[in-house]
């Protein structure tokens, strides 16, 4: 499957912005989806998960009540809508996908993902 994060750009503090995540090549309702970010000089991290279904999410504590994480698998395309931006949100955000999973359960860890998107990059200015 292919993947195609689009959405970013530079944004102030305090405001919104949507990210998206299309799916190519495969349907993505097989897969658990996930969205994960990288500052300069930091390791990738975790932002928000999706299960196959959409009936089950998890998010990191960093973006609890500020980001949501939803999915349209008749558009093979996945969502995360960020609020209340802060300048340490800036990072390039990548999509991932995990398939060949049996249950509708989420996923954490990079290492447990097996396609990647190229990333979008956000900013937020203060």
């Known amino acids: 499957v292919q993947l195609q994060a689009s959405g970013g750009g530079l944004v102030q503090a305090g405001d919104s912005l949507r990210l998206s995540c299309a799916a190519s090549?495969?349907?993505?309702?097989?897969?658990?989806m996930g969205w994960f970010r990288q500052a300069p000089g930091k390791e990738r991290e975790f932002v928000a998960a999706?299960?196959?279904?959409?009936?089950?999410?998890d998010s990191a504590d960093s973006v609890k009540g500020r980001f949501a994480i939803s999915r349209d698998n008749a558009r093979n395309t996945v969502y995360l809508q960020m609020s209340s931006l802060k300048p340490e949100d800036t990072a390039v955000y990548f999509c991932?996908?995990?398939?060949?999973?049996?249950?509708?359960?989420?996923?954490?860890?990079?290492?447990?993902?097996?396609?990647w998107g190229q990333g979008t990059q956000v900013t937020v200015s203060s």
């Open positions: 999706i299960s196959r279904s959409g009936g089950n999410k």
């Open positions: 090549g495969r349907t993505m309702s097989g897969y658990a």
């Open positions: 991932a996908a995990r398939g060949s999973i049996s249950s509708d359960t989420t996923f954490a860890r990079t290492d447990k993902y097996d396609y």
